[in-house]
């Protein structure tokens, strides 16, 4: 008898380490390292990186695999002319990391980046066409192996798109829509969207039906913006994965909210 239930703990033992864990994931726009400040201009090097430190706190209680940060500064005189992805990857101790810059010029080099626990492969960096008189947006993806599968990849991107004009937002979306389509993994789409659910906002529905992709409870009144009490941070997967938790982080990082959520792969 002994025997025979060491054997069922065993194989229940088998099974459960065969099953893929839950990856947590966190989307912060990070505003240039200002905070709830009014601008990066008025702020000194040592205020922008106590203001990352904020972060990095964050970062070490939330412990997601992987972060996906826009307004993110590779090397701007505006604050500090640091790499902030390397800083709070190095600080908060995520050992892979990759940075875009979609605004390169004037002394300023800024996008979106993703830092990770999981190794990272296949990263690339796009550019949106610059729209007039404001600044380029963009994207980064990079592949990663989803924690204890079965050899399982899954695409993850960090996504910032136009502030001002929804027609502008749709052309962004159609570009990343046009390079995911060319990767057959499992995907995550993160970022600052720039946009709400519903009504005339076609923007998220678009990225839903091209990439069969979903988001927690799209009609909830969640709030990610509170200056303009929108929700306009997003965390969008393919329908081989499933949101399992969603949260909104009260933590003043900057005039965003973080956004986190624990993902599951359904059976592929």
Excluded: C
Aim: aromatic fraction near 8%; charge should be negative; avoid cysteine.
């Amino acid at each position: 008898m002994r025997s025979f239930i060491l054997l069922l703990l065993f194989a229940s033992t088998n099974v459960l380490a065969g099953e893929p864990a839950l990856l947590k994931v966190m989307t912060l726009n990070v505003a240039h390292a200002r905070s709830d400040g009014p601008s990066q201009l008025f702020q000194s090097e040592d205020q922008a990186m106590l203001n990352l430190w904020k972060i990095v706190d964050v970062l070490k209680l939330e412990e997601p695999h992987v972060a996906a940060f826009q307004e993110i500064d590779k090397n701007s005189f505006w604050n500090g002319r640091f790499n902030h992805t390397e800083f709070l990857a190095e600080h908060a101790n995520y050992p892979h990391h990759f940075s875009g810059a979609h605004i390169e010029g004037d002394n300023l080099k800024y996008g979106t980046a993703l830092i990770s626990r999981l190794s990272m492969k296949e990263t690339t960096s796009v550019k949106f066409d610059r729209p007039f008189a404001r600044p380029r947006k963009g994207f980064v993806v990079s592949t990663a192996r989803w924690p204890e599968s079965n050899n399982i990849d899954v695409d993850i991107v960090s996504v910032h798109f136009d502030f001002l004009r929804h027609n502008q937002r749709l052309k962004e979306a159609k570009k990343l829509i046009a390079v995911l389509e060319d990767r057959s993994n499992p995907r995550i789409i993160m970022g600052d969207l720039n946009s709400d659910y519903g009504g005339d906002n076609q923007l998220i529905p678009l990225l839903e039906d091209a990439l069969g992709a979903s988001t927690w409870e799209p009609h909830a009144e969640i709030v990610t913006f509170p200056k303009r009490q929108k929700r306009l941070d997003w965390v969008l997967v393919s329908n081989d994965i499933e949101i399992v938790s969603h949260a909104i982080l009260s933590d003043t990082l900057s005039d965003h909210l973080a956004v986190v959520a624990e993902l599951r792969l359904r059976e592929i």
